[in-house]
């Protein structure tokens, strides 16, 4: 996880700047969970902040590892969608490493799994269950207000 960090530093001449400026949130999220992932990500842009989601945001031309790289060095908070797909997920798993070495605020949205089931990593960060839109809404709306706070 750090021998990723370190490959690409904090800003890159190959990255648009306006990507690291704006990434308020970062979510790290297994493509299975992409539907999850955008609803969150819809929720928390609606309150005027701008997420980091790869499949949306991830430009041609720099390489997508640098992107990624760069988003979760300039965030404030990470949105961690964690479901048994993102538990299996190598790629997800790198995204936590380096955003734990980054010490950054970390909100895990847990999908079809229970509080005991949460990587060991994770189980410092409080975690909520994202099942009915309902819950997503409060979810969404603690991230805000700890952006807020950030």
């Known amino acids: ?3 990723f960090l370190s490959r690409y530093p904090e800003t890159s001449p190959t990255v648009p700047t306006s990507l690291a400026e704006t990434s308020d949130v970062f979510i790290s999220y297994s ?5 999850v992932a955008e609803t969150i990500a819809a929720a928390i842009r609606k309150q005027g902040y701008n997420v980091f989601l790869a499949h949306q945001t991830i430009t041609v031309g720099p390489q997508w590892e640098e992107q990624v790289a760069v ?6 908070v990470a949105v961690l969608v964690i479901s048994n797909d993102s538990k299996n997920s190598d790629w997800v798993k790198y995204e936590i490493g380096a ?9 895990p949205a847990l999908i079809g799994l229970r509080t005991s089931e ?15 839109p309902d819950e997503i809404t409060k979810f969404c709306n603690e991230v805000v207000r700890l952006l807020a706070n950030v």
């Open 1 to 3: 996880m750090l021998a």
């Open 118 to 132: 949460v990587p060991g990593l994770l189980r410092k960060y409080q975690g909520r269950p994202e099942s009915n």
């Open 99 to 107: 955003l734990w070495a980054l010490n950054k605020q970390a909100a």
């Open 31 to 35: 493509t299975a969970d992409s539907e």
């Open 71 to 76: 988003a979760a060095r300039s965030c404030a």
